[in-house]
């Protein structure tokens, strides 16, 4: 394996568990109290409240799920997928929030700073992370894995 | 490699990563609702629950009972002006603040709780935690928050 190889190799393992533990983390932070996380759906005033009860008690979950699933090959592909969705939906959501002059916290990891500053610094975070799965996936796509050896660092 | 089979490998591609993003949504799906069978922190499916009454300044004004006010803001904005006689909350309010409220009440007392502006959410929030963590029965959001009072007093010049 040439020392490019070797290098991208890594900094392909070293975005994957940067992206797992940010969704683990987030998952854990929001599943631990689901009732906080309802009121944070609920004050984007985007959804019904009961949508936003329903998406409150399952969205953690699907980070969790999705975040682990990083790190398995079985299932990366399919967990990626759905953390750049996951990434899309919740950049839209920020931003809208953004446009709209809501003094509210992104509720991306339980409580946290409030007002546009901290929606802007929420909407960055989400496209950075966004980005990091779109690269991570095309990574995967069946061209690409050409130039990376077979799994290693990871769940197997 | 041929382009057909180019073209199957990128179609059996994308089948394969729906198929396993379906599976991760599946498995999420267990838990979640568990959780909302189960978790003491479960959210409440009724609305009216969740949310504290609003009460406008004016009515605020011509209660005879007590009122407390206490201002859900950032510490800076308090510094700076504040409703007379309000307390100070803020955004995250900590053991000290809520020990603060505590002390400041007494029974037969409204506590009316106020942020910013009609789409701040602190005041909300800081309600509900007085309501569930206190124990207190009287509580209720200022509507319009900080931004309504200042107007109240502009007309009343």
New interface residues.
Partial sequence: MDRSTKAASLMTMIGRWILAGVFIYAGVVK?????????SI??YRLLP??SG??L???L???E???GF?VLWH??????L??IFLLCLIFGSAIASAWI?????GCGCFG?GA?GAAALRGSLLRSVMLGILAGALLWI???CGTKALPPDNGTLS | MQPGT?NK??LT?WI??????????L???V???L??WM?P?????S?DQ?RVPEVEWTTIQQLHSRVLLIDARGSAEFEREHIPGALWLG??PGDEEMVAVARAWQPGTRLVVY???P????A??GA?RLERELGLKDVAVLKGGWSAWTEAQKLHR
């Avoid at chain 2, 922190?41 to 499916?45: F, G, Q």
């Avoid at chain 2, 789409?119 to 602190?122: E, I, L, S, T, W």
């Fill in positions: 599943a631990w109290d689901p009732a906080a996380f309802a009121k609920d004050s409240y009961s009860v329903a409150a008690l399952y953690p979950w699907l969790i799920a999705a699933g079985r299932v990366r592909l399919g967990a997928g759905s709209r002059d809501l003094d509210i409580g409030v995967e796509k069946p | 180019t490998t990128h591609f394969q990563g729906a198929c396993q993003a379906g599976l991760i949504l498995v999420a799906l838990p979640a609702v959780s909302g978790h922190r479960r959210p409440s499916w609305q969740s955004t995250r942020c910013d502006n789409r701040c959410d602190a909300q929030a509900l």
